[in-house]
């Protein structure tokens, strides 16, 4: 058992729904076994334990580890290609890179820059999207397993008009997914998701049997992209008969509470009202909304249609793996949207970037820091002087503070993650 005293700040109550910021201060967290069994005082806490380990984590604040709902494992070299929209950029930037993941000898390589690189900003649990060539992804939840990260992924599959190097058919996609999720399905921390590229790369042929495949893995995540770019929805549609984006997945059983669907920009009202109707969960990726230009994520249209939403940092058109940055991007995004926009505050965004994407992955013990939870956190604790530093110290209350993490804090503040109340491995209390 391990005593870990420090500040903790979690959002066990929805902001979103008149939940506040809990901030417990001078407290401690018993920890067994990965399992956070007793939350209270310091003081208390000590005294009803006096022969535990303490680890001090004063001085810094505690959050739960974050939870990333849609990222790329085989885009972190492809970060930062400036001055495309999504079509081009996946074209000309993204995908040449993703072919790449045919060779054993490159996949490794990314792999583990990938899992540390997750790690080293916090993140503890991430729905990731996987590659093209199932030898790749055996790969990266090998590396994760060695991190011990809780990872959902799976083959991305595409059948049609993207390159054809990472093309497969429904026979192969159907073979190569559930040989994957035999292997890594529930084995650790590891869970498979469905995850066919975006409807305008694939065949109905190929997303039916992606609902097969579903169906054939009881736990499964499914996960794609929707509603991105003006440009890919208008071919999706021409390609579909006129059909919404939404649609092109529900027709085949694949829009549910199983369902992860990433950015979303262009909704219709007949769409939203599909997706909240279904339990589904959208992934709103503000970095990569802005870096391709695909537009300001309408949050408050989402909400009020009751449609679960949660952060992705979607490297790489995503800028990096931090959910600060996500999370400061997020309320800059609302703020752009003036009277159509939502003023977040701190407690929002610590809520999306943890217990909204714990929901979201069906996680449903991790995401906060109570009793009966797993100890899945992070200690952001800022080295002297740095902005944060300077931030922090000059904090009105919990909430300024965190804000003030959200608007400076990058993962060279991120001195420490546990994972089921271990600390992983390259991250080390400093
Ligand atoms: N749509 C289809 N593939 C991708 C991708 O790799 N990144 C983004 N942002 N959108 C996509
Ligand atoms: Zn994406």
């Not at 794609?224 to 984006?245: C, K, M, Q, R």
């Not at 300077?390 to 003030?404: S, T």
């Amino acid at each position: 058992m391990t005593l870990f005293r420090g500040t903790f700040l979690d959002t066990p109550e929805n902001p979103f729904t008149g939940g506040t910021l809990r901030v417990a201060t001078d407290a401690a967290l018993l920890v067994e076994d990965g399992l956070i069994t007793a939350r209270g005082s310091y003081a208390d806490l000590r005294d009803a334990h006096p022969a535990e380990r303490v680890v001090d984590l004063t001085g810094g604040l505690v959050l739960p580890g974050f939870v990333d709902t849609h990222v790329h494992f085989p885009q972190i070299r492809a970060v930062g290609g400036m001055g495309m929209p999504l079509l081009e950029w996946l074209d000309r930037y993204a995908l040449p890179e993703e072919a790449r993941m045919a060779d054993d000898a490159y996949a490794p390589g990314v792999a583990n820059e990938f899992v540390r690189g997750l790690a080293a900003a916090g993140t503890t649990s991430a729905l990731v999207f996987g590659a093209h060539f199932a030898s790749a992804v055996d790969t990266l939840f090998t590396a994760a397993s060695r991190v011990g990260l809780r990872i959902t992924s799976g083959l991305v599959v595409s059948d049609r008009i993207i390159r054809a190097d990472l093309l497969t058919t429904p026979e192969r996609a159907y073979a190569e997914s559930l040989a994957l999720a035999a292997r890594w399905h529930g084995v650790g921390r590891n869970r498979y998701a469905v995850t066919p590229r975006f409807s305008l790369s694939c065949t109905d042929d190929l997303l039916a049997t992606c609902h097969t495949i579903l169906e054939e893995i009881p736990g499964a995540l499914f996960t794609s992209h929707l509603n991105e770019n003006e440009a890919e929805i208008a071919t999706v549609t021409e390609l579909f008969g006129g059909s919404d984006y939404v649609s092109t997945y529900d027709k085949h059983g694949l829009v549910d509470h199983r369902s992860v669907l990433a950015h979303n920009v262009h909704p219709t009202d007949v769409e939203l009202k599909l997706l909240g109707d279904s339990g589904a969960t959208v992934a709103h990726c503000p970095t990569s909304n802005a870096a391709l230009g695909s537009g300001l994520f309408p949050l408050t249209r989402h909400l009020d249609h009751g449609v679960r939403v949660a952060l992705g940092s979607d490297v790489g058109a995503g800028t990096g793996f931090s959910l600060l940055k996500e999370g400061l991007q997020a309320y800059f995004c609302q703020q752009l949207m003036g009277d159509r926009g939502l003023a977040l505050n701190s407690a929002h965004l610590l809520h999306l970037a943890t217990t909204a994407g714990a929901s979201a992955l069906g996680l449903d013990d991790v995401g906060e820091l109570s009793v009966g939870k797993r100890f899945d956190a992070q200690l952001l604790r800022p080295a002297d002087g740095s902005p944060l530093a300077i931030g922090l110290e000059h904090a009105e209350d919990a909430e300024d503070a965190l804000a003030r993490a959200f608007t400076l804090g990058t993962p060279a503040d991120v001195r420490a993650v546990w994972i089921d109340g271990q600390l992983v491995n390259d991250v080390e209390v400093g």
